[in-house]
């Protein structure tokens, strides 16, 4: 009989197919329990939706009333004699179920926006990622190569870092109202406030990561005659950009969290105008497709430079973070595997 | 056990052995060290590392240094490949000092030091990309030599991470080779290795050794790696780190692993033993004291 293998266990790495379960359920459990909600009319339900008034004066069709009200009005109509209101149990206007938020999801694209001069949904979402992209490639251009100096030359740490130290605990929507008198009221200061909010924590968690560049490998390149310009641009670079590049994707999702309070300064604009405009109209089921869509860009745009690292980045063997990866492995797995044992071959065989 | 067999003395050399150091110190001083000093200082005072270390390496000498842990071995193999300072002293090169790391003393060290985001080939070709030695394609053909010499021709275009231990030092030293240097310092080199793919490296490096013209300063705590493979093993003491003994190995060359039970080859490291512990069999017994309640019986 095989051994019972337990399911938690600490520091050690699943079964493949253990981790494809646990991957699957992470996105299947929160749906789940949303779907229970939704659907179970015995869970919460706090509201009645009308399907006949009966003589209830102040209660029309359709329309969701709280459940107290509801059973005090019909308490009130029956000791008058007068008839019930029925209705079904709902929840309220502000959570719809999957089905709706996945209908809005595909209709979003093809409704009409309800005034002329509003944008569509994709232009909103378009918007978004033009202004993220710009925030966050001026941010890069600047902060990757400052953070790599900084890890890389202690007295440009020394210059530096004091001050970006102090400067990151300034919230970025705070320069907003200055971000606007600077800038004007359009795309430019939202752009400014990704860039100050992703600049900063940028330069040094690049720096850091810098600085865990092996020694050793610098004092080998030291003794194969490489000089400091070399070392910089032929050993610390190429060691830490791997790295480098993970950072990169953690900190492009900060940048998202930026976003929304960026597009609030001067004219709204982008997909939080879209979310903001949806919601004044109470079409809660759109507000949520759109809060997917920024999930569903963000989780396959990550997805996406996760791969696009492995095609880049060839000799980095442990392809780090999400399920891609693992997918991404079971297919690299033999050929790696075959290159392996032929190393283990030769090394027993002698030269 | 080792007492039973009758040992020459480890002084004793054959004929062609004699002739063999005669020839040897015959050639050009290629590196001199002229007392050494190396000072730390450190929260207790100071602490010697090397105090007055003086040698000289002749031209494809096989130095060997030996020595305690502490004895500051390493620290000698930094100085002269220029990663460290000494506190006094000089090394010279050829005549000249020496002044910070370069090409002409390669190193190979005990941790891998590959680049692992370069093939094996664009390793071994990185010294003569970065001294502009050659031409770009001048250097892919010597590389692809070396790694023909180290046996890993069919690993050419493999990254590190898919070599094993041994055939990543074989590649390290192949890389340190390429720049053509005067002398190659390795710094335990075979250290992380087990037992069997150590003494396969020990037989491959000789075999390089043969074919290369350059000096090695190897530094090892293994006893038998430095009878095995040095011409003249420099035995180091521990705090303050000076030179014990310079052994001029008697065992003649080509070495082969039958050597390893030669009367002088076990006569050295016998020698060596007694050099670096001695007396350690008298004072090893640990202080015991009985913790369980174990019955005579067990015994």
Redesign the interface.
């Known amino acids: 009989m095989p051994q019972r293998v337990p399911w938690f266990r600490l520091n050690r790495e699943l079964p493949h197919k253990r981790r494809l379960i646990l991957s699957f359920l992470s996105f299947v459990l929160p749906l789940a329990s949303w779907c229970i909600i939704s659907y179970v009319p015995f869970v919460w339900h706090p509201m009645r939706k009308i399907t006949d008034p009966g003589d209830v004066t102040w209660i029309s069709r359709d329309q969701l009333v709280d459940g107290d009200a509801f059973e005090t009005a019909n308490a009130q109509a029956r000791s008058q004699g007068r008839k019930e209101a029925s209705g079904t149990p709902a929840n309220p206007v502000f959570l719809p179920a999957p089905h709706e938020v996945a209908r809005a999801l595909f209709t979003g694209f093809t409704t009409r926006p309800p005034r002329p001069e509003e944008p569509w949904l994709h232009q909103s979402l378009w918007h978004s990622i033009t202004v993220i992209f710009w925030g966050f490639f001026a941010s890069s251009v600047i902060g990757v190569p400052l953070g790599v100096l900084c890890g890389a030359l202690p007295a440009m740490a020394r210059l530096n870092e004091p001050f970006i130290e102090f400067f990151r605990y300034l919230p970025a929507p705070a320069f907003g109202a200055l971000a606007v008198a600077v800038l004007g009221i359009h795309d430019p200061p939202k752009i400014a406030i990704i860039f100050i909010g992703t600049f900063f924590q940028q330069v040094l968690v690049i720096a850091n990561t810098t600085r865990r560049v092996d020694p050793a490998l610098l004092e080998a390149a030291q003794t194969l005659g490489a000089s400091r310009r070399q070392l910089l641009f032929r050993v610390v670079v190429p060691g830490v950009i791997t790295d480098i590049y993970t950072d990169m994707r953690i900190l492009l999702g900060w940048a998202w969290t930026y976003l929304i309070v960026a597009e609030l300064i001067g004219v709204s604009s982008g997909i939080t105008y879209f979310i903001n405009q949806q919601a004044k109209y109470r079409n809660y089921d759109k507000v949520f497709a759109s809060i997917f869509l920024i999930g569903l860009i963000g989780f396959f745009s990550d997805v996406f430079l996760a791969a696009l690292g492995r095609r880049l980045f060839p000799w980095a063997r442990t392809a780090r973070g999400s399920w891609m990866g693992t997918v991404a492995r079971i297919f690299r797995g033999k050929r790696e595997a075959e290159t392996r044992e032929r190393a283990a071959e030769e090394d027993v065989a002698p030269a | 056990m080792m007492g039973a067999i009758e040992l020459p003395s480890h002084t004793e050399q054959p004929p062609e052995v004699r002739e063999r150091f005669r020839r040897l110190k015959a050639r050009p001083v290629i590196l001199e060290v002229k007392k050494l000093v190396k000072a730390f200082e450190t929260p207790h005072g100071t602490l010697c590392a090397l105090d007055g270390v003086s040698l000289e390496a002749h031209r494809r000498e096989f130095l060997c240094v030996i020595g305690p842990s502490g004895c500051g071995k390493s620290t000698l193999a930094r100085i002269l490949?220029?990663?460290e300072d000494s506190t006094s002293g000089e090394v010279l090169l050829d005549g000249a000092p020496i002044r910070?790391?370069?090409?002409d003393?390669?190193?190979v060290?005990q941790?891998y030091?590959l680049?692992?985001?370069?093939t094996v080939l664009r390793n071994v070709m990185?010294?003569l990309e970065?001294?502009e030695a050659c031409s770009r394609d001048q250097a892919e053909r010597e590389a692809r030599q070396w790694i023909e010499l180290?046996?890993?021709k069919?690993?050419t275009d493999?990254?590190?991470?898919?070599?094993?231990g041994?055939?990543k030092q074989r590649v390290?030293i192949a890389?340190?080779l390429a720049?053509r240097p005067r002398i190659l310092?390795m710094d335990e080199p075979f250290g992380a290795l087990d037992a069997q793919?150590r003494s396969?490296m020990q037989a491959?490096l000789l075999q390089i050794w043969k074919a290369v013209d350059v000096t090695i300063v190897f530094i090892t705590h293994d006893l038998e790696e430095a009878v095995y493979l040095a011409d003249r093993i420099l035995v180091l003491d521990a705090h303050p780190g000076r030179i014990r003994e310079l052994v001029e190995v008697p065992v003649p060359r080509p070495r082969r692993p039958e050597h390893f039970v030669s009367p002088s080859f076990l006569a050295t490291r016998k020698h060596l033993e007694e050099l670096i512990h001695p007396g350690s069999y008298d004072h090893n017994e640990l202080p015991m004291i009985r913790m369980t309640q174990v019955g005579d019986d067990v015994e």
């Not at chain 2, 910070?100 to 090409?103: A, D, M, R």
């Not at chain 2, 680049?115 to 370069?118: A, E, I, Q, V």
């Not at chain 2, 493999?158 to 094993?164: A, E, T, V």
Request: proline share 9%; no cysteine.
């Open positions: 490949a220029g990663l910070g790391p370069g090409p003393r390669g190193m060290f941790a030091t680049f692992p985001w370069l990185f010294g970065v001294t180290v046996g890993l069919r690993f493999s990254y590190p991470h898919q070599l094993s041994g055939m390290a890389r340190a720049n310092l793919t396969q491959y």
